[in-house]
């Protein structure tokens, strides 16, 4: 609240600067926004920006956390398979499947009652995807389509877990590899 | 032939049809494989339960109430309670409703004890209701979950109940909805675990008025989305004595804080160990996998009941769980909102679930309707579990726009399960249930249970600003078992034991459970129809301590009473 009474105090000091008596020619001009408001709003506009490109590296950070999270846990898993250690492979593949739901979720439950937070503020960062039905609301990264196949290789992993195979592990493990790097891939 | 005589015999002749057809007619009323029939009003059933205001002006206003089959008095035979909400005239209560309790009578009637029992709510606007002997004096006992504060009735012996929720701990004011009893680490003492809905007050609710535009054509009332959830509680159960709240010690934490709705225990992983489903409106499912030790993990998505097949969460608020193919493993039902399919979670074992909604024809029948208590029960007794789904939207705005997909009141469906293992399939049959599921309502709590002890499963059924629905099962039902067990602290029907048949190469399985549907509690008695056979070859119950009780060449059409420690 004190931000918002300091924002609106900033403004309406600029609005009075830039209301003040002009000079005989630049009244000729017309009405017009005055610049000094129309510079602060551009500020304002690449702070905006700002904070939504900043909204998309925290998503791609939370997604790199859960990726390397299940690279661990694939690595326990092989190795606990290895062993012959039935339950920490268990374990370790239960884990490996959590992290590519979270994936496939932009991150756990937590993250998901902050997605909501936002919604209910009227913030979708993909607004027009999803009008157009490429993203679940308030997704980021994780398009509809990826998100569905990242949640099959998260129950399929899940399904092994009692009995998993170092190859099947793998040959799973690489279809969300594939989908996080193209999901990931720098923008152009 | 003279006039006289042609005319007197086309008259013949149409009477003769007209006969041919009423016995038809009645012919096929006798064989209809389901036939339903609302019989509360002279049953003695009628106590109408208050839901807000007529414009629904606040979600509380829609979100009704759910019912429970019971046995309070250990007479064997079913009673009935329902809870109840409050009227509304503007921000004005106009009236606070009371629960009822009904004790069913050897006639098949019911008598409104509500008073005698001191069961009615204590003024509080009621949501749902669990059934369970929490102080193992072997009488059941009731939770009330309600908006304000939680109710929970000790069950005295002797007739009447006592609110004790204050004095052991579990009032847990806010808007509680779907509560469920379980054993979470197996010390003998059942534990509770309640949903919560929005995290609101009362003069908020009062203040309300409609303010969301629906597709640009009504103004309804807010939310869910836009308002804040409550977070969920698990309440551990300290030796009857008192309930602490253990819910971040358990690790059920409601991360997501989802709108909470149906709860259910049951060993949804096969590993023997109680686990939780909670059915959650606009956010994903959640699934409590008990990891021993009263400690669970969240395992929802992964596990792949959490979302839709296409990985979107839905707008969850009943559930039923049963094996509807016959592979001996549990599947998964939750009711939606309209336009979006209700989902058929094919349990795939270990704990896996798959959306098999479009594939098992649950999808289509259940797309249009908005949907709230639900049932797998063996209507027909074929030993086939089918699917009952209570609908009702809940703005009573849309009746103004016929181009608006559904009406307020809505009518119950009724899915005939016609799967084989592996391959769950149901086919829409409430055109041809009787004149019980006509009716179009805004039905919100399901319950099933055998009231009259027929042998045919009944349903009970709540509705806004309506008298509940009874509905008698009157169709062509098969051969049946319905096992009546006494726990060890002679409490009827002891939560969390498991009831296991043999029967014509068939095995069923089945446990007793409280806290289903939709806020509610069926029969506790576990039901079996089993087609055409007489015998069953083997009849088992593991009791909720591991051990087990078993009975040999049990003749069908009965029901077999079973004692712990026999």
Redesign the interface.
Known sequence: MKLHVRSVTVVALLAATALAPKPAAAQAAGPSTPAELVATYKSLADGILSLKRTEEDLCRSILAAAHAHGRVELGRAQAAIKGGDAKAAQNAV?NL??S???I??EG???V??VR?KL??GGHHHNAAGEAQGVF?EGFVIVT?AA??KL?AS??A???M??APKADALDAEWKKVDALFAELTKPAK | MSARFRVLAALLGLALVVVSLRRERADAAEEARFRLVDVAAKVGITRVLLAGRPDKDHLLDSSGGGAAFLDYDKDGRLDVYLVNGWRLEGSRVVEKGKNALYRGKPDGTFEDVTDAAGVSGEGQWAQGTAVADYDNDGWPDILVTSFGRNVLYRNLGNGRFQDVAKEVGIESPGWNTGAAFFDADADGWLDVYIASYIDVTIEQVLAARPSLSWRGLETVAFGPFGLKGAPDHFFRNERGKRFVDATAAAGMEDQATGFGFGVRAADLTGDGRVDVYVANDSDPNYLYRNEGGGVFKEVATWSGAALDENGAAQASMGLALGDVDGDGIPDLFTTNFSEDFSTLYHGLGGGAYEDVSKASGVGAATFKPLSWGTAFADLDNDGALDLLVANGHIYPQIDRHPELIGTYAQKVLLLENKSRPGQPLFRDASAEAGPGLEPARAHRGLVIGDYDDDGRLDVLLTALDAAPVLLHNEGRAGSWLTVACEGAHGEPNPIGAVVTIRSGGRTQSQDIASGDSFLGSHDPRPHFGLGAAEKVDEVDVRWPDGTHSRRRDVPARQILKIRYGS
């Open positions: 239960e499947a959590a590519v739901g979270q496939a979720t756990d439950n937590a998901a009652a909501k919604l209910d679940d509809k998100k569905a949640l998260s129950r992993i899940g399904q877990a009692s």
